[in-house]
């Protein structure tokens, strides 16, 4: 049983960077990341393969973060230089293929910027 | 950004049948993309209730089911239980961006 584990929640001041990480139990499969805002809605941000870094990202969020990963330790990294107020969120990790439900699901990361 | 459409919120008694609807597009459930169901508990993170259209992955209650027909799909909860308070979101594949998409999200409430 594939099982994501994140990292802890982060408090954190506009302007800074920041990389979570997600490291899943078990190989070859792709590793996605989600958006929820407070209060608000899931939104795909892309997903890579941990196997060759072979990424895909969710066009409203090219260039905003990087996603990368790390295929000795099957973890997959969110990342972002410059956080923004807007940025506050929880991020979940899933396991997931390009046409695949998303299954299971990270415990989720707080990240909280303030500015 | 495609986007499925769901209705905001629902209620229902105990006991009672409820369907979630999700509205797509020709590019998405239209193009015969498989559409996939989360249910998210309070303070939790979503779980997968159903996967492609109609089948229910291991340990679901059989009184959640799914269905597509056209653009749309549907949940359907009968017997509702108060812990079936929850919201619900449909998901699926866009063809056109290449992109997974959801739906707006369901607040289900269990009077």
């Known amino acids: 049983e594939v099982r994501l584990v994140q990292s802890g929640a982060e408090v954190k001041k506009s302007g800074e960077s920041l990389k979570i990480s997600c490291q899943g139990s078990?190989?070859?499969?792709?590793i996605g990341w989600v958006r929820q805002k407070p209060g608000k809605g899931l939104e795909w941000m892309g997903m890579?393969?941990?196997?060759?870094?072979?990424?895909r990202y969710n066009p409203s969020f090219r260039g905003q973060v990087t996603i990368s990963a790390d295929k000795s330790t099957n973890t997959a990294y969110l990342q972002w230089n410059t956080l923004k107020a807007a940025d506050t969120a929880t991020y979940y990790c899933?396991?997931?293929?390009?046409?695949?439900?998303?299954?299971?699901w990270g415990q989720g990361t707080l990240v909280t910027v303030s500015s | 950004q495609p986007v499925l459409t769901q209705p905001p919120s629902l209620s229902g008694a105990p006991g009672q049948r409820v369907t979630i609807s999700c509205t797509g597009g020709?590019?998405?459930?239209?193009?015969?993309?498989?559409v996939n169901w989360y249910q998210q508990l309070p303070g939790a993170a979503p779980t997968l209730l159903i996967r492609a259209d109609s089948i229910r992955p291991s340990g679901v209650p059989d009184r959640f089911s799914g269905s597509k027909s056209g653009t749309s799909a549907s949940l359907a909860i009968t017997g509702l239980q108060a812990d079936d308070e929850a919201d619900y979101y449909c998901?699926?594949?866009?063809?056109?961006?290449?992109?997974?998409?959801f739906g707006t999200g369901t607040k289900l409430t269990v009077l």
């Open positions: 020709s590019s998405n459930i239209g193009a015969g993309s498989d």
């Open positions: 899933v396991r997931q293929s390009p046409s695949a439900p998303m299954d299971p």
């Open positions: 998901q699926s594949y866009d063809r056109g961006l290449s992109v997974s998409v």
């Open positions: 078990g190989v070859n499969y792709w």
């Open positions: 890579i393969y941990p196997g060759d870094s072979d990424t």
